[in-house]
Every structure is written in structure tokens, then in C-alpha cells.
């Protein structure tokens, strides 16, 4: 069994920055990859960020590229979502989740435990 609890969401203006954090436990973080996915009022969630098991290679939606920068930890089984420039249309709930192969996908059907997600809203 796997928990995964995330922290650092807010409310922060237009061009504003956000650094969030998942903390899993376990002892089998270092194997899987890690994402982030993001769901907001009245639309269905969808992906932001993953990172492989040893944080050699990331992807990104298009929409966060060149702002969001995912990153881990493994020492401290701890996954990063750092958010630059953040935009009115970022806000929404942000969830961290395990994928269930070392590998990161852009799908959330490969993901099996969730965190409970953090509030990001970004003010204009």
C-alpha cells in the first residue's frame, strides 16, 4: 500500500510561482515513475507532468512546458511540481500519482494510487 500526500498549493497572482510537493510511503519509491495531473471545475482531469523512476527523463503537457519543472528525490521518496509564471488558467486541483511501471506516461489509467490533491489558484 502505497500513500502519497501532497502539499504546497496556494493562492498566487498572474506571473506568480508555486513549488509543490508529494510525499509517498513505502519502501518501493525509487522504482516507479511518478506524475502529476491536474483537474479543474467542470472539466476532466488531465495530465501535467512525469517523471521516471530515477528522474533521467521527464515529459510534459504542452500547455506547462517551459514553466513546470517535475523533479524527485528518491532519498526522501518525494516528488516535486515547481510552477513558474503561473496563469489564471492553471487553477485547478493538483494530484501527484504512481505509475505503475518505471516508466512515465502521459495516461492516468496507468497511474494506480493517488494523493488526495492541493488547491492551486492563480489570480489574475
Known sequence: QVQLVESGGGLVQAGGSLRLSCAASGRTFSRYAMGWFRQAPGKEREFVAGINWSGGSTNYADSVKGR????????????YLQMNSLKPEDTALYYCAKHKNPWATMRDVDCDYWGQGTQVTVSS
Open 68 to 79: 513546470f519543472t517535475v523533479s524527485r528525490d528518491n532519498a526522501k521518496n518525494t516528488v
